[in-house]
């Protein structure tokens, strides 16, 4: 399919799927909504010094990995991260991506590199508290029980991908979370959060990112 590198309204890269009129970030601002849907409302729920595993479903332009791996830092956090894509993008198109200029951090430049470059489904130390496996594999293929502190739910919309938003997906992720754990995802669709329910999380309704007004959280008992 055919991607196009575009300018968000907050000056940061995201990506365009003309074919499906689908972005991987929110046209108001990649960076400030991935900031605010999983950094503010997921990461920021661990307590600093804690050891956490994170589930990312598209791992995509490697944003959501980049600036969780900047705020751990901050935060002290000791995690392990995997990002699951099964197309993931090209070198020249991670090329173009402008997140190193637009977080204004020319230092972290080499680890932004770092995790692009890492081989796929092979855990890497990026730095001593924190690693990353990128998984080439398809969403519907995860299986993995009690493992996770946090989801990062960021597949494309259920208006063009409707599969990934069942309670079959979502059956799958809260298996695949620990107790207490936590799943994020920026859509507010009545169906999603009824999806969510259905397989036993207990969802709040937070408000949203720039240009959208409310998102989902769920957390496992
Ligand atoms: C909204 S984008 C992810 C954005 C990403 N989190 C970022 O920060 O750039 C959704 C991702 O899901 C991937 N994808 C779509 N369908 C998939 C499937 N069935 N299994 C695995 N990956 C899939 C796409 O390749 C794309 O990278």
């Known amino acids: 399919m055919e991607r196009k590198i575009i300018i968000t309204d907050d000056g940061s890269s995201s990506i365009y799927l003309p074919e499906w009129d689908e972005t991987y970030h929110s046209k108001h601002g990649a960076i400030q909504e991935a900031y605010h849907v999983f950094i503010k409302n997921g990461l920021d729920l661990f307590k600093n010094n804690s050891k956490l595993a994170i589930l990312e479903i598209g791992f995509g332009s490697g944003l959501n990995c980049f600036i969780t791996f900047i705020e751990a830092g901050k935060r002290n956090l000791k995690i392990d991260y995997e990002g699951v894509d099964a197309y993931p993008l090209k070198a020249e198109e991670i090329l173009q991506l402008n997140y190193i200029q637009q977080l204004n951090i ?97 969802v709040e309704r937070l408000p949203g990112p720039p240009g959208k007004r409310e998102m989902l959280r769920g957390t496992k008992h």
């Open 106 to 202: 020319q230092t972290k430049r080499n680890l932004f590199e770092k995790i692009h470059a890492i081989p796929w489904n092979k855990r890497q130390i990026i730095e001593p508290d924190f690693s990353l496996k990128k998984r080439k594999q398809f969403f519907e293929d995860i299986d993995e029980i009690n493992k996770y502190n946090l989801v990062y739910f960021d597949a494309f919309g259920a208006r063009v991908q409707p599969e990934l938003w069942t309670e079959a997906i979502f059956k799958k992720m809260y298996d695949a979370l620990k107790n207490k754990g936590v799943l994020v995802t920026y859509s507010a669709k009545g169906s999603v959060r009824r999806a969510m329910q259905t397989v036993g999380f207990t």
